[in-house]
C-alpha cells in the first residue's frame, strides 16, 4: 500500500492526491463477504431516513457487484465503494463521480442526477486483462417509479 501511494506522488506531483477524502475509511477485503456494510444483502441502492439513498457495490476481476444498480433522480446519492482484489476505477462518465477503488479502503462519492436516464460506467483504472469488459450501469427513474420499484430490481435492472 506504501509503495502504491509513494508512486502517486512521484506520478502526479500533486501531494494532496496521497490523502482523497474518499479513501480514507480503511476495511479488511477479506472478510466482506461474512457480513457487516458490504455483505451481499446491503449492496445496492438503499434509502435513507433523510430520503437520501446510500449505493453499495463491491468491484472485482472483472465486475462491480450489482452490476446495474437502479437510482431516483433528483435525489441525494451517496456511493460506497470497495474493492476485494486489485485497485479498479469508478467513473460516472458526465457526472462528478470519479473516484479509485483501492483493496482495504471504502471510496466514498456523492452526486446527484437531475434527469433520469441510463449511464454506462466503466472502469477506470486498469486492472488486468478483463479490465475493458469491466462495466456497470446506473438507471436513473423517476422519483416516483423508484419509490415503486422493488429491492430486487434496484440490484438487478434489467440490461438495454
Ligand atoms: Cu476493474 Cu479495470
Not at 101 to 118: D, K, L, N, Q
Request: overall charge negative; hydrophobic content about 40%; proline content about 8%.
Amino acid at each position: 500500500m506504501l509503495g502504491f501511494m509513494m508512486a502517486i506522488v512521484v506520478g502526479s506531483g500533486i501531494v494532496n492526491a496521497i490523502h482523497p477524502p474518499s479513501n480514507v475509511e480503511p476495511i479488511d477485503p477479506t472478510t466482506l463477504h461474512l457480513g457487516g456494510e458490504f455483505a451481499e444483502s446491503n449492496l445496492g441502492a438503499i434509502r435513507e431516513a433523510d430520503g437520501s439513498l446510500t449505493v453499495r457495490m463491491v468491484a472485482d476481476q472483472y465486475a462491480f457487484v450489482p452490476d446495474c444498480v437502479e437510482i431516483a433522480a433528483d435525489t441525494p446519492i451517496k456511493f460506497r465503494l470497495t474493492s476485494i482484489d486489485v485497485v479498479h476505477g469508478f467513473l460516472l462518465p458526465a457526472t462528478n463521480v470519479n473516484t479509485m477503488v483501492v483493496p482495504g479502503f471504502v471510496a466514498e462519492v456523492r452526486t446527484r442526477f437531475e434527469r433520469p436516464g441510463v449511464y454506462r460506467m466503466p472502469c477506470n483504472e486498469f486492472c488486468g486483462p478483463g479490465h475493458h469488459g469491466m462495466w456497470a450501469r446506473v438507471n436513473v427513474v423517476p422519483k416516483e417509479q423508484f419509490g415503486a420499484s422493488t429491492p430486487a430490481r434496484r440490484t438487478a435492472c434489467a440490461q438495454q
